[in-house]
């Protein structure tokens, strides 16, 4: 009697060889982060940098489909797998994501090397928020329209250590007004100013 061996079916690989592959991008990934942070786009130091993470990216599409990673304030993950870790400060891609809301993406197959570096230069740009900052890392993605990177955001605000307080308004020290008499003194009262538009920042 012949015996059937169930075999993996030809160019597949184990969940362990795709997650130490995904380690092996993200290493890439983060190497052209760096890279682009110390040399200007045109250097040869960056660009070899850029096209190691681009072929690494493009093998690993090729053998496991798109690569699809999710983030939070220190970690990248793939397949609930720590595939990228580091402190809570601007030199960790994971942070600097999260921190503008920034939780999910997807590098998908036939994406092109300026795709890759419009990415990676909007986290350059956008490595340090000021408080005078008026786009983040999600409006500037939203912007540039990358067709073969997709991503999930949500509102910024998450717990990074720091103390977010609202402003006191000083509410509270009209409270006991009269409404007769603050009707009464309406003639004392400056002219109002012009309004101003309102800006809504777009995600």
């Given at each position: ?12 690989e ?14 890439a990934?983060?190497?052209a982060f ?7 786009s045109?250097?040869?130091i ?6 190691s993470?681009?072929?690494?990216l ?31 400060n ?17 590098f ?10 419009s ?21 500037a ?16 605000g998450?717990?990074?250590?720091e ?21 009464e003194n ?18």
């Amino acid at each position: 009697m012949t015996s059937i061996t169930k075999n993996d079916p030809p160019g597949k690989e184990s969940v362990g060889d795709s997650l130490t592959h995904a380690r092996q991008v993200l290493i890439a990934l983060n190497g052209a982060f760096k890279k682009i942070l110390l040399y200007p786009s045109e250097h040869v130091i960056y660009q070899t940098s850029l096209n190691s993470f681009k072929n690494g990216l493009d093998n690993f599409i090729d053998q496991h489909g798109s690569l699809v990673i999710t983030i939070d304030r220190q970690n990248i993950y793939y397949k609930n797998e720590v595939v990228h870790d580091g402190p809570m400060n601007e030199e960790n891609l994971a942070f600097i994501l999260f921190r503008d809301g920034v939780y999910h993406l997807e590098f998908h197959q036939s994406i092109a090397l300026w795709e890759i570096h419009s990415f990676l230069e909007i986290l350059q740009k956008h490595q340090v928020l000021t408080k005078d900052a008026e786009n983040d890392i999600v409006t500037a993605l939203w912007a540039v329209e990358l067709p073969c990177l997709s991503y999930k955001a949500e509102d910024v605000g998450f717990d990074t250590g720091e103390a977010f307080e609202i402003p006191d308004l000083g509410g509270d020290d009209f409270s006991g007004e009269d409404p007769e008499q603050t009707v009464e003194n309406t003639d004392k009262l400056e002219p109002d100013l012009p309004l101003q538009p309102l800006i809504h920042k777009q995600h």
